[in-house]
């Protein structure tokens, strides 16, 4: 069974940073491109940000609202993604799914952390 | 960037009714390969999204088969035949063909 377990979600003030972790089980971590979703409080859902397998080079891609200042991250060995969020504003204050994407689709996500940017 | 268009954005439906929701991309997601990479999830009420379809037509496992995708190039419905009280909640569909992945706004199914 796959499963996605998110966690590093909590409160944070504008301008500062936090890091978020993705534990990956019941599938070959390593084939398959995992990417960052997030849902703002009663809003929908926007696409984060991409890392490709190794086979692709391990490729990064990013929203315009947070390239430059996220960065997405990946350690096959441990079967974990890990996404730095830096220089937080106020409107990154969302939950935060992680989820698996192969052949232009997300195939599962996990339950999400929630991260809340306020001063 | 692919804008997705869905409607309506609040869908009362009757239980056992039929129920239709409308997405519209602004480019077509027909990718190179010939597939056409349009999704459809399903985010019930306090849980994480979880995929109905996806390449349009195809549903996931365990997906009843009350619910059915079509269209082709920029226009693709998510038909459910008979709505259950199970079914509510918002409905995003998704496009995957271009960079970055892009969503629709949702559509609130909500019983009558």
């Known amino acids: 069974e796959v499963q996605l377990v998110e966690s590093g979600g909590g409160v944070q003030q504008p301008g500062r940073s936090l890091s978020l972790s993705c534990t990956a089980s019941?599938?070959?971590?390593?084939?398959?491109?995992m990417s960052w979703i997030r849902q703002a409080p009663g809003k929908g859902l926007e696409w984060v940000s991409v890392?490709?397998?190794?086979?692709?080079?391990?490729?990064?891609e990013y929203a315009a609202s947070v390239r430059g200042r996220f960065t997405i991250s990946r350690d096959d060995s441990k079967s974990i993604a890990y996404l730095q969020m830096n220089s937080l504003k106020t409107e990154d204050t969302a939950m935060y799914y992680c989820?698996?994407?192969?052949?232009?689709?997300?195939?599962?996500w996990g339950q999400g952390t929630l991260v809340t940017v306020s001063s | 960037d692919v804008v997705m268009t869905q409607s309506p954005l609040s869908l009362p439906v009757t239980l056992g009714q039929p129920a239709s929701i409308s997405c519209r991309s602004s480019?077509?997601?027909?990718?190179?390969?010939?597939?056409?990479?349009l999704n459809w999830f399903q985010q019930r009420p306090g849980q994480s999204p979880r995929r109905l379809i996806y390449?349009?037509?195809n549903r996931d496992s365990g997906v009843p088969d009350r619910f059915s995708g079509s269209g082709s190039g920029t226009d693709f419905t998510l038909k459910i035949s008979r709505v259950e009280a199970e079914d509510v909640g918002v409905y995003y569909c998704?496009?995957?063909?271009?960079?970055?992945?892009?969503f629709g706004g949702g559509t609130k199914v909500e019983i009558k």
């Open positions: 989820t698996r994407f192969s052949s232009g689709s997300i195939e599962y």
């Open positions: 019941g599938f070959t971590f390593g084939d398959y491109a």
């Open positions: 890392i490709r397998s190794k086979i692709y080079g391990a490729t990064t």
């Open positions: 480019q077509s997601l027909v990718y190179s390969d010939g597939n056409t990479h």
């Open positions: 390449k349009v037509s």
């Open positions: 998704m496009q995957g063909t271009h960079w970055p992945l892009t």
